[in-house]
């Protein structure tokens, strides 16, 4: 953490400090620094200082140290020699990565969720297009996103694939740095956006396993019906094509 970091990191270092016991120390730790990065406290290319951090917290160093390792295995963190750990900077082309991942997983994750989804999870999912919906409200991205990746990952449990699941739960963290779920350049409605997930939720709710798993794929990959600001500005192949010439 540089001098400069964030002052709503250090706030919440302060307001965290007395949650931290002996048992699992780390664990709370990882869990805190990958929530300030995802929500924009840590910022790309902070540092990250162990020592300043175990002394804002009141711990000791080791567990911290342990939690910066684990983020870094993630790929949430990258490690310069002789300098530390910052917070990786996620580049667009990083994302489009994350997304040819995720949209088969996605296409799989709903097409079987159609079959096996319960009433109970259908709820929970409603619940969570509301959460959207009053993050729109609130103009709070933060907790959209939140809410957005819960749905996903409950998507991915309803399937009932153990395997799916796991596979899911490998690329959850990096998609929430990556804030691939709701796409980091998204420039359109976000009250739409909400809506889009309304609707996939109907999808799985009709039990019309192919649609939903088309739907879903198109969501993953960007090519769902929200509109998309950027689509407008990026320019024609074949006029970039005959630039070159």
Known sequence: MASNASGGFVSTLATNKDRFRKTLISDQVYELLRQAVVDG????????VESEIARRLGVSQAPVREAVKRLAREGLLMHVPRRG???????????????????????????????HITDEQLAE?????????????ASDVSAFRTADIEFHT???QCAGNPFLTRMWEVIEPSLRTL???????????WQA?????GRLVDLLRDGEADKAAAAFADHAAGRGP???ARETKKPRKKAAAARRR
């Not at 956006?193 to 997930?197: D, F, L």
């Open 179 to 189: 804030r691939a779920i709701s796409d980091p350049l998204f420039d359109g409605d």
């Open 125 to 137: 999912l409603d619940a969570l297009v509301e959460r959207m919906h009053e993050a729109v409200a």
């Open 226 to 228: 929200v509109p998309d």
């Open 85 to 115: 750990h910052f917070v990786v900077e996620i580049s667009s082309e990083d994302a489009e990565y994350a997304r040819q991942v995720r949209e088969p997983l996605e296409r799989l994750a709903a097409q079987l969720a159609a079959q």
């Open 154 to 156: 409950v998507v991915s």
């Open 41 to 48: 406290d840590l910022g790309p290319n902070d540092r990250v």
């Open 193 to 197: 956006m909400a809506h889009e997930h």
